[in-house]
């Protein structure tokens, strides 16, 4: 098992050039993978394009996924349908769903990514499509298991005023949380680690941690996976 937090930041991303076959260049990095974590994760990633940048359209056959908009405007077309999505727009992409992403905005777009394994079951089952995008900032925590047939449950954006504090545990559950705005500190394992925005925590089975907010308080984004029984 591993027993130590995983923290990572966006600070030195790399530069992807052709994004599921998509003219131009965006940037990415991998903050968290699923070696060593128990529950049904893939990878926790953030990725960024340009003004007017794509991320090519693609089909979701062996995993599920979720976006989360950190910043700018954009165009997510899901199944050929185009939705205007903004930061602080979730979206939850389900088996067998062909999606693509385009910056339609004058800024940079960049987003959060939680794919997630499936079961051989849930890919045999050629029928099965949804996808939701939900405005998780206006509207509050979305439970992604209404959704989507993996181990994503809930997600949501938590505001610790300045001085507040908040406890994580991984017990049953798996988390990861990227931090959005604000700082403070996040105590495991005996460390204390400075967090900002971009910062980011994934807490493997059997570990936990404690966020505190500094003097302009602290917002992150926070998704719990469920971890089946035997894998515990």
């Known amino acids: 098992m591993r027993e130590a937090v995983v923290v990572a930041d966006v600070h030195a991303p790399a530069d992807v050039h052709g994004v599921h076959a998509a003219a131009g260049h965006s940037r990415w990095t991998c903050l968290a993978r699923r070696t060593g974590l128990h529950g049904g994760w893939e990878a926790v990633e953030w990725a960024w394009l340009p003004p007017g940048g794509v991320s090519g359209e693609h089909l979701h056959s062996r995993t599920e996924e979720l976006y989360f908009l950190l910043s700018g405007r954009g165009e997510i077309t899901l199944d050929g349908r185009p939705h205007p999505v903004r930061a602080g727009d979730?979206?939850?992409?389900?088996?067998?769903?062909?999606?693509a992403l385009r910056n339609t905005g004058r800024r940079p777009l960049a987003w959060l990514v939680v794919e997630l394994t499936t079961t051989k079951e849930q890919q045999m089952d050629r029928h099965h499509r949804s996808a939701v995008v939900r405005d998780l900032r206006g509207h509050g925590p979305l439970d992604a298991s209404g959704v989507l047939t993996g181990p994503l449950r809930t997600v949501r954006l938590t505001r610790?005023?300045?001085?507040?504090?908040?406890?994580?545990?991984?017990?049953?559950?798996?988390?990861t949380v990227f931090v959005t705005g604000g700082t403070g500190t996040a105590r495991a394992t005996g460390r204390h680690v400075s967090v900002a925005r971009g910062t980011s925590l994934t807490l493997p089975l059997g570990t936990s941690a404690w966020l505190s907010a500094g003097a302009e308080g602290l917002e992150y984004f926070h998704a719990v996976l469920a971890v089946p029984e035997e894998q515990r």
């Open 90 to 99: 979730t979206v939850l992409t389900g088996l067998g769903t062909r999606h």
């Open 160 to 175: 610790l005023a300045p001085g507040g504090s908040a406890a994580l545990d991984a017990h049953g559950e798996e988390h």
